[in-house]
């Protein structure tokens, strides 16, 4: 596997999309992946980056969207429709991230999708389940570090998923 090249392709920087990919891929990793580190499978950059890309191919996320007619459009879709769709084929809430509006927009932008795992085996779980609730100083932390990175939790309503080529941030 080049996984370079498939962090490229599969894990772009939807928020600087021209900047310097290794920053933010420093980011991804001093953030999540040194706690991931935890795990044995997990405890080096490449583990964690070719894990996370592994893991994104098996769960196939375009076609399971586009089975339910949702692809990237210039039309906009309901936040319901995103979770309701990924719920039932993988059997687990997904956690929803859009980009805060900019000026003068009135509707979210889908910036992520997030699918959670056990730890131990790498098994599908609600991003929500109690075992997981993060202290209120790490909820904090977290708010804090998305909305300086312009992501945070969809709100129910209309979201927009764009093009490639349209994508406005």
């Not at 939790?153 to 093009?163: M, T």
Request: net charge negative; aromatic share 10%; proline share 6%.
């Amino acid at each position: 596997m080049d996984l370079l090249r498939d962090m490229k392709i599969y894990w772009p920087d939807v928020i600087h999309p021209s900047s310097n990919r290794s920053r933010f891929w420093k980011h991804e990793w001093d953030k999540h992946g040194t706690c991931a580190a935890q795990v044995d499978a997990l405890n080096s950059e490449k583990k964690y980056f070719g894990k996370s890309l592994d893991l994104y191919k098996q769960l196939d996320l375009n076609s399971v969207l586009l089975k339910f007619g949702i692809k990237p459009s210039i039309n906009y879709y309901q936040l319901a429709d995103f979770r309701d769709a990924l719920t039932r084929i993988y059997g687990v809430v997904p956690k929803i991230q859009c980009l805060l509006p900019e000026q003068g927009e009135e509707v979210q932008t889908v910036g992520q999708i997030e699918l959670c795992f056990t730890k131990e085996d790498f098994h599908l779980r609600n991003c929500t389940e109690p075992g997981e609730q993060l202290s209120s100083k790490q909820e904090a932390q977290l708010a804090t570090g998305a909305s300086t990175h312009g992501m945070m939790v969809c709100e129910d309503g209309p979201i927009f998923y764009p093009p490639p080529a349209k994508t406005r941030h």
